[in-house]
């Protein structure tokens, strides 16, 4: 969204003199303050530590404010919602992320209308109460939960969507909120901000290799470890892969099987080829997008009361990000 070209190429720029003489702001029913980081990040190079600054920031400034919007590149801005949804327990305000895919300067940007509507929905109320409660992704029309929302274009500006939950609000003509799935929770507000970066990714694919699943499994001081699985949540049964994941269950490394489809769910033991896994202990994933599911095990793994009982807690919804 406040990016701006040198030469042919995009980098970052500070978005703050842009956004205070956009003339929609000055005509929305909404007292705006605008927090900016010293330093504008891409977020290509968006890490754990700035999901953490993020939480800290809105943690802070619970009690004076609505609603909050954070405007954020679009690369990983399903990973931060997603931390963020787990990271802020019990908040019950509106965090609305946004962004654009042609940065505001430009002709045809979709950067105001994104912008003007994820303020708008973030000061939604009905009995001085706000109408969303929970980290989401708002994009070109569509207001989606951040935890299962994934980028699935970069040409488009519908550049995000939720294969396996509902919008959460069309913007058309009129806002029409889909209150039947918006999340709420009667836990009391409270930061858990703790992060445990040590997890990796193995995405199965045909001709995976002995070295390139032991290379990732013996990552030192490895605490957990995703499976991006084919299908509902079935891998090759060769006798060198399950004997490695075995091994690495064995040493207390915690496995996480989510399926490589965009929409559908992981359900072990539905084929044969899936049988063994549960046997061993991995845990199955159910509906999680990998972004998910990555930052959860993170979650879990640092967060008490979660981590004393972290297969368990990776097996509930914790915050509506799995059914």
């Not at 939604?124 to 980028?151: C, H, M, T, Y």
């Not at 972290?310 to 509930?316: A, D, F, G, T």
Request: proline share 4%.
């Amino acid at each position: 969204m406040g990016m701006v070209y040198q030469g042919s190429q995009l980098v970052t720029s500070d978005i703050s003199s842009m956004l205070k003489t956009l003339p929609e702001l000055q005509r929305l029913e909404r007292n705006i303050d605008l927090l900016a980081w010293e330093q504008p990040l891409d977020s290509a190079n968006m890490k754990p530590g700035h999901w953490q600054k993020l939480a800290r920031q809105i943690y802070e400034y619970d009690e004076q404010y609505d609603g909050f919007v954070v405007i954020h590149g679009t690369d990983t801005m399903a990973w931060t919602a997603s931390a963020l949804s787990f990271m802020l327990e019990g908040l019950k305000k509106p965090i609305i992320f946004t962004g654009a895919q042609l940065p505001m300067n430009e002709l045809r940007s979709d950067a105001r209308d994104n912008l003007v509507n994820a303020l708008y929905l973030a000061g939604e109320q009905v009995n001085g109460e706000p109408v969303l409660q929970e980290a989401a992704i708002f994009f070109d029309r569509f207001l989606w939960r951040g935890n299962r929302s994934r980028k699935v274009q970069s040409n488009h500006f519908d550049a995000f969507m939720s294969e396996n939950y509902p919008a959460l609000a069309e913007v058309g003509v009129g806002i029409e909120f889909n209150k039947s799935v918006l999340y709420r929770t009667d836990k009391s507000p409270r930061l858990l901000d703790e992060i445990d970066a040590r997890v990796a990714l193995i995405r199965i694919y045909p001709g995976i290799t002995r070295e390139q699943v032991q290379a990732v499994l013996s990552i030192p001081d490895l605490k957990g470890c995703v499976l991006e699985t084919y299908g509902s949540g079935n891998m090759p049964t060769d006798v060198w892969l399950l004997q490695a994941l075995k091994d690495a269950s064995s040493k207390g490394i915690v496995l996480l099987n989510v399926s490589q489809c965009v929409g559908g769910m992981v359900k072990q033991g539905k084929y044969a080829t899936s049988e063994e896994l549960s046997q061993m202990g991995v845990v199955g994933g159910e509906d999680l997008t990998t972004e998910a599911a990555m930052v959860k095990l993170m979650f879990v793994l640092a967060n008490k009361p979660y981590r004393d009982e972290v297969k368990k807690s990776l097996r509930i919804s914790l915050r509506g990000e799995m059914s």
